[in-house]
């Protein structure tokens, strides 16, 4: 038994004495401790490092990514633009039968800044120009616009009139029926430009007001076009400026759908001096969208003074219409318009003109247009047939 | 009368016009004012990016007609509520100038729309309350077409489209955001 303990007293001792051997001493713990410290420090400034330029990478990033979306937006937005429509109508009326590239128009448009810009509309009508040609080339709009305050703002130059519903809005996509309706065209007479200056201002949400100065009609004094408003359109070209005419409208928008509007003018001789006779118009319209309904309805009354105009019956020249349309969907709409109006209604004599169209509108992308309609005329015209037409803008 | 007129014109051009820019209705942080405000209960936002990558972009080209000119867009979405609600600031030209909206989304469908900024010269229209009105609670069809129908406004067609593609546009970008991990949260 003793021989076992001290057997094993011995192995435990030489077993102890070995481990002692190996653990550091404490100068050579000291010397690890500091060589540990010294690599940590060096990790931590490699991580400050590489943070610095993780935030310096996203800092380039960013810059680039910005520079990029700049260029991207500046491409996009640039600040010149130009736009544009035109259509081309197929008319089969009463067995004679015309294609015509009606309208084919290019817009212009520069801004200077975010409150002064530049906006022109250049028209070819009827395909071609020139001695003996049928078709015009014609500035319709070119006017410098300034906003004048958050609600208020200013164009001079050449500009469309704001009166009734298709005179400053008649892109091909944006109105059923192959040709403009022939109230608008005969009666205010749209498309109707002229030379001066138009204030427009916003009351309230959908309350707006314009008011305008600008060149008059000069209308034929004699011939079978004698007093007709159609004919005294100056259209801006070395136009006589002897009486200026002055325009104004009230727009009501603040119903969604719904826009109510009724405009002014005066025109303080409509012969330029020749014979005396100022004018008025009163225009009224309304237009109701709800749902895939709509409803276009537009009144408009010419009152000529002078005993000229008197005579022939022409100082009274009025007419109206009423357009019911539904959208079936996105792509296609059908509607229904009744035209009525009457260049000679000063006298006594049964002189209205009645028109009433019936088609399809197809719009295969929002901005192309193909449209089809059938026409009926009555009262002292009476022409019956179709028309097709394709129109786009962009 | 007429001098005078012109004189009148000439005076307030004057005095008024100088320092005009587009019309401002709403700025960014009031936008997620009024929408944070209409959360009940209230959410709680937090910022991310989403990075319009090749398919996204593919995706907003066939809403848009065109790429939407920029490579990520910033967005705001609450955290920790379910559904989740998504605030996007985008751009798109009506007819000339670009239309700045603010546009919530909410189940996939708009929550709130606003104008913020308009510069364009027709269509102010589409920033009457009335009007935006229209939008709350649509969404799309399996054809990402607005499912309900949107009364236009004679003479703004292209600000009206403007805006109907704006809100087809935030609700695909929030549906990727909740569908990808394309996201990064800012720091």
Redesign the interface.
Known sequence: MNIKIILLSAVSLIASSNLLAAEPTNQELFEMLKKQQAQIEELQNKLAITEEKVVEN?EKIESS?LV??EN??E???SKT?I?GYGELHYNNIEDSESIDFHRFVLFF?H?F???I?F?SELELEHAISGDGQVGEVELEQAFV??????????KAGVFLLPIG?IN??HEP??FYGVERNPVEKNIIPATWWEAG?N?NT?FS??LSADFA?HSGLNVPTDGSNSFLIRNGRQKVAKASADS?AYTTRLKY?????L?LAASYQFQTDVTQGELDADASLFTAHA?Y????FSV?ALYAEWNINGDEADVIGRDKQKGYYLEPSFKIN?NFGLFARYNLWDNNAGDSIDSEKKQTNIGLNYWPH?DVVFKVDIENTSGIIDNDGFNLGVGYQF | MTIFLFTSFFLYLTLLSPFVSAKSYMSQQEFFNSVQQSLSPAEKFQTKTLWLKKEIQSQVSKILDHKYPKLRVRYKISDGSKPPTSVWYLDEIGKERPITFGVSIKNSRVQMIQVLEFRESRGYEISIPAFAKQFEDIGVDDEHNLDQNIDGITGATMSVSAMKKIARLAILLHKTVLSSSTTSENK
Do not use: C, H, W
């Not at chain 1, 928008?253 to 759908?257: D, E, H, L, N, S």
């Not at chain 1, 969208?289 to 895939?292: A, E, H, K, L, R």
């Open positions: 996203d990514v990029i979306e991207l937006v491409n996009k937005g633009s736009g448009g801004e800044s975010d409150s810009r906006y616009e300034m906003d004048l305050t958050d609600d208020s703002r200013l519903v400053e809005t996509p944006t200056a204030f916003q949400d959908g100065i200026l928008t603040a119903v969604p759908g826009e237009i969208n709800v749902g895939n276009r996105e929002e």
